[in-house]
T-cell receptor
């Protein structure tokens, strides 16, 4: 199973764009890349998922280069409520053994 | 529509006891997964059930078991509780078992073992 590496923490200010990069050097051909957000004392919440190139939804964009060894979650114009832990996962399509790492703790300051 | 629900919200048990945690998936979802999250760490996969059959198991001892019922709800059982079992136990449901299907997490059950 692919191991992911993310920065432990990041700081940003309200209104800025935040990019969190995740490394997954040993990603398998059939692995998807999924990002989750988690607030204290709550379950993780799905943000975005992709396989290659770029995916965009109403809350974020996900950039995946051609070699798929890394991915970048982009959060446009963050607000204080985006302060949370963000997890990157690289996992097979059978949804088996979703391995969450320690995540990136994003702190948005006023 | 109701999201994933879990019961109880909090639970305090003594070492050696057993515990049963319950999860109701989103209506129409057939896959349920269980995770353990220790304070300060990411969730760790315990089990996945799909159509009442175990589809995957993480690196947890046999003291942990689970099952899924015909209505797709699920129970997680932990026997012979240890202090290290203290954690937030999360249940997640998805429409199907494939990884391309979004998982929806419940609020979790906070288990404290004393």
């Amino acid at each position: 199973l692919a191991k992911t590496t993310q920065p432990i923490s990041m700081d940003s200010y309200e209104g800025q764009e935040v990019n969190i990069t995740c490394s997954h050097n040993n990603i398998a051909t059939n692995d998807y890349i999924t990002w989750y957000q988690q607030f204290p004392s709550q379950g993780p919440r799905f943000i975005i998922q992709g396989y290659k190139t770029k995916v965009t939804n109403e809350v974020a964009s996900l950039f995946i280069p051609a070699d798929r060894k890394s991915s970048t979650l982009s959060l446009p114009r963050v607000s204080l409520s985006d302060t949370a832990v963000y997890y990157c996962l690289a996992h097979p399509d059978n949804n088996n053994d979703m391995r969450f790492g320690a995540g990136t703790r994003l702190t948005v300051k006023p | 529509d109701a999201g994933v629900t879990q019961s109880p919200t909090h639970l305090i048990k003594t070492r050696g006891q057993h515990v049963t945690l319950r999860c109701s998936p989103i209506s129409g979802h057939k896959s349920v997964s269980w995770y353990q999250q220790v304070l300060g760490q990411g969730p760790q996969f315990i089990f996945q059930y799909y159509e009442k059959e175990e589809r995957g198991r993480g690196n947890f001892p046999d003291r942990f078991s689970a099952r899924q019922f015909p209505n797709y709800s699920s129970e997680l059982n932990v026997n012979a509780l240890l202090l290290g079992d203290s954690a937030l136990y999360l249940c997640a449901s998805s429409l199907w078992a494939g990884g391309s299907y979004e998982q929806y997490f419940g609020p979790g059950t906070r288990l404290t073992v004393t």
